[in-house]
């Protein structure tokens, strides 16, 4: 079992920064890929970053060259750093991982955190 606990949402106007936290605790050992993921009101949820256990990272194409997604593993923690905001960046943010390949992968999800980007 892995446990992940978002921070770091809040309000901020467009243009400004925010860097989410998400703390990771349990199965970490067996953590091979984190990411980020958001849902705005009335839209699904969709990928923001992708890190992988190598230390590759994948954006969405909306988030290339604003976001950044980095791994401190000597304190468990996934972040995202978030740049130029965009009022359409408003969303809950999630964080997840992933443990196991195959039939045995299973996915860990955060509660969320609100991120509200005002125009």
């Known amino acids: 079992q892995v446990q992940l606990v978002e921070s770091g949402g809040g309000l901020v106007q467009a243009g400004g920064s925010l860097r989410l936290s998400c703390a990771t605790s349990?199965?970490?050992?067996?953590?091979?890929?984190m990411a980020w993921h958001r849902q705005a009101p009335g839209k699904q949820r969709e990928p923001v970053a992708t890190?992988?256990?190598?230390?590759?990272?994948n954006y969405a194409d909306s988030m290339k060259g604003r976001f950044t997604i980095s791994r401190d593993n000597a304190k468990n923690t996934l972040y995202l750093q978030m740049n130029s905001l965009k009022p359409e960046d408003t969303a809950v943010y999630y964080c997840?991982?992933?443990?196991?390949?195959?039939?045995?992968?299973?996915?860990?999800w955060g509660q969320g955190t609100q991120v509200t980007v005002s125009s």
């Open positions: 997840n991982a992933a443990t196991g390949y195959g039939i045995r992968r299973s996915v860990y």
């Open positions: 349990g199965s970490i050992f067996s953590i091979n890929t």
């Open positions: 890190i992988y256990s190598d230390g590759s990272t």
